[in-house]
T-cell receptor, first 113, second 114 residues
Framework: GAGVSQSPSNKVTEKGKDVELRCDPISGHTALYWYRQSLGQGLEFLIYFQGNSAPDKSGLPSDRFSAERTGGSVSTLTIQRTQQEDSAVYLC???????????FGPGTRLLVL | AQSVTQLGSHVSVSEGALVLLRCNYSSSVPPYLFWYVQYPNQGLQLLLK????ATLVKGINGFEAEFKKSETSFHLTKPSAHMSDAAEYFC????????????WGAGTKLIIKP
């Protein structure tokens, strides 16, 4: 079956512009995570959605970052007024239930000039 | 609070030699533990996981890890390294409480010398 997909695969933007990153989780997976992976560093948790519960936004680095998940499926991560330090690979993962294996998408590589 | 420490940002071994990647964790509850691998230009994929059954866990590509509660460790090993094992390896612990986040180590890049 199809895995987690993310789009775009690469995004180059200018400082100050807004960007939207999309994640399509595996069908039926109730939990969805967004992570950020900066060059040479581990994964930084951003936000977590589980079913219809309120998302855990504790990892979002600033109020320029937001995410939503429509219909319990597709999720969009929005970064407003992008800064150069936002440049990173943004990874999405989904899992059928909590404490289960996370399945990762290929990531979106964001470069802010 | 849970945390994960991976010793060594880079580990270099010769082809055919033993691979040992270290992971220590702290957790206030019995943890679930994971090793993920990221091959060059590829996404993260699960290598193996410990979920409180057998303490010795076997994963894909000949890797295994042993959960040692007394040492709070979950080191990853492979008896004989292959060139294709060159990748970055991440250890993670599942909080299993609250909002069930994975807490990630910083990663260890495994380099295989011919």
């Amino acid at each position: 079956g199809a895995g987690v997909s993310q789009s775009p695969s690469n995004k180059v933007t200018e400082k100050g512009k807004d960007v939207e990153l999309r994640c399509d989780p595996i069908s039926g997976h109730t939990a969805l995570y967004w992570y950020r992976q900066s060059l040479g560093q581990g994964l930084e948790f951003l936000i977590y959605f589980q079913g219809n519960s309120a998302p855990d936004k504790s990892g979002l680095p600033s109020d320029r970052f937001s995410a939503e998940r429509t219909g319990g499926s597709v999720s969009t991560l929005t970064i407003q007024r992008t800064q150069q330090e936002d440049s990173a690979v943004y990874l999405c993962a989904s899992t059928p239930r909590v404490s289960e294996t996370q399945y990762f998408g290929p990531g979106t590589r964001l470069l802010v000039l | 609070a849970q945390s994960v420490t991976q010793l060594g940002s880079h580990v270099s071994v010769s082809e055919g030699a033993l691979v040992l990647l270290r992971c220590n964790y702290s957790s206030s509850v019995p943890p679930y533990l994971f090793w993920y691998v990221q091959y060059p230009n590829q996404g993260l994929q699960l290598l193996l996981k410990y979920t409180s059954a057998a303490t010795l866990v076997k994963g894909i590509n000949g890797f295994e890890a042993e959960f040692k509660k007394s040492e709070t460790s979950f080191h990853l090993t492979k008896p004989s390294a292959h060139m294709s094992d060159a990748a970055e390896y991440f250890c993670a612990v599942d909080r299993r409480e609250g909002n069930y986040q994975l807490i990630w180590g910083a990663g260890t890049k495994l380099i295989i010398k011919p």
